[in-house]
């Protein structure tokens, strides 16, 4: 059974740094890219940062450039998500999610709450 599970979110102030993980289990995700979504209250699903393991390419989206950074770990089977430099705005639940590069078959992780306050 797949699963991935976050963690790393909780509570910071404007400016501080956070770390997510992302483990995922049931199968090799070596051929995935993994990635990292966000949902704020009352808002869509927005792309944050994803990487492939063995192309080692990572994207972001604008709000994270400059100040998050992907990486994977594990022969590609965890990911991490450093954010620096957090601003309120980046309150919201956190999803990890991967994605086969083969058969475009994904899974989402249940998220993790991450809240920035002023």
Not at 27 to 40: D, L
Not at 55 to 65: C, D, L, V
Not at 74 to 85: H, K, V
Request: charged share 20%; with cysteine; glycine share 12%.
């Amino acid at each position: 059974q797949v699963q991935l599970v976050e963690s790393g979110g909780g509570l910071v102030q404007a400016g501080g740094s956070l770390r997510l993980s992302c483990a995922a289990s049931g199968r090799t995700f070596s051929s995935y890219a993994m990635a990292w979504f966000r949902q704020a209250p009352g808002k869509e699903r927005e792309f944050v940062a994803a990487s492939t393991w063995r192309r080692r390419t990572t994207y972001y989206g604008n709000s994270a450039k400059g100040r998050f950074t992907i990486s994977r770990d594990n022969g590609g089977d965890t990911a991490a998500l450093q954010m620096d430099n957090l601003k309120p705005d980046d309150t919201g639940v956190y999803y990890c999610h991967a994605e086969s590069l083969a058969t475009l078959v994904d899974f989402w992780g249940p998220g993790t709450q991450v809240t920035v306050s002023s």
